[in-house]
């Protein structure tokens, strides 16, 4: 029997890509990452939500550290910020404080985020600064040229553990849950279409999201989160999962050894604009009592 084969023609992808609208948001700079890296599906899922939620470019700040993961705001055509190496989330905090009206994207790599830049975050997700945290994490240092990370798998060999790695991996979602943060979600590289809608899900979130990403650093790591280890571990959460509890939430992340994608916890509550206005509206009372 034969089988009709429709041809995809090159021209006619482009041209369903460009009429997406999409790639407004990317600028003139190709990025510099290696070929399948999986920051590229993560920078795809960052302009179609974009596109999707129909934010303007001019409404949007991009702001990261130091890292390959970090070099995000150079290919987005929107306001960005490449500040210093762990230091995303408070400049992050100035900018949204400084004008709440701005969409606010942190992104950060697991090195950037958890080594040196580790005691900003618990500060952050308490306050619920409403700004979205994108942590792309390859378990790895990958600008640097593969060096284990607070990420890094046990035996994991890389320059720095030629015997391999010795030291228990941080667990970032038990850490976000603990520390107060108000969205808390997995998504993956290798699967685009669930990680464009959750980052969209994190943007519209009203408060601090965190959206943790897990995406294969090809060059550096050939052994442990690659995409062929991650298709067969990476699982979807529990349909019956309820979002509210915290303790659900708690041991789903728990189970590092089958990481599960989707929404693990969300709570509404006021964020640090808020209380900042909550602040001024109690001082701005108690001035007029006394006078
Ligand atoms: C103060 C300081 N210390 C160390 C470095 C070196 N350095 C640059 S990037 C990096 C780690 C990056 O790893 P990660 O955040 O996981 O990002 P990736 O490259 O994997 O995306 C380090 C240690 C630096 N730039 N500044
Ligand atoms: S070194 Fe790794 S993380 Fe950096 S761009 Fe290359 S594949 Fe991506
Ligand atoms: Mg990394």
Redesign the pocket.
């Known amino acids: 029997m034969d089988i009709p084969v429709k041809p995809v023609y090159l021209e006619e992808k482009l041209e369903q890509v460009r009429a997406d609208g999409h790639l407004g948001y990317r600028s003139k700079a190709l990025p510099t990452w290696c070929p399948g890296c999986g920051y590229f599906s993560i920078s795809e899922g960052v302009t179609a939500a974009l596109n999707g939620l129909g934010i303007p470019n001019k409404d949007v700040v991009l702001v990261s550290g ?5 070099r995000f705001p150079f290919f987005l055509s929107t306001y960005g910020f490449h500040t210093l ?1 762990g230091r995303t989330l408070p400049v992050a905090t100035g900018v949204k404080t400084a004008n709440k009206d701005l969409t606010v994207i942190a992104v ?6 958890f080594a ?1 830049g580790g005691g900003h975050i618990p500060h952050a997700a308490r306050r619920n600064v409403d700004l979205t945290f994108l942590l ?1 994490d ?1 378990g ?5 040229k593969g060096q284990t ?1 607070p990420t890094s798998t046990m035996g994991f060999k890389t320059t720095t553990t030629p015997f391999g790695n010795r030291d228990v991996a941080l667990n970032p979602l038990m850490m976000l849950l603990s520390y107060g943060a108000s969205w808390v979600g997995q998504a993956y590289a290798g699967h685009p279409g669930h990680l464009k809608e959750m980052i969209a899900r994190a943007i519209r979130h009203r408060g601090f999201s965190y959206l943790h990403i897990l995406s294969p ?1 090809v060059t550096f790591d050939k052994t442990t989160k690659t995409y062929a280890n991650l298709d067969i571990l990476v699982r979807d959460l529990p349909e019956d999962h309820n979002y509210n509890d915290l303790m659900a939430a708690m041991a789903l992340a728990a189970d590092t050894g089958h990481p599960a994608l989707g929404l693990y916890y969300r709570q509404d509550r006021m964020t640090l604009s808020d209380t900042m206005d909550a602040v001024i509206d109690d001082a701005q009372q108690a001035g007029s009592a006394a006078a």
Do not use: E
């Open positions: 130091i890292g390959c993961a970090s190496h950060a790599g697991d090195g950037d985020a040196i792309f390859n790895i240092y990958g600008l640097t990370s650093c």
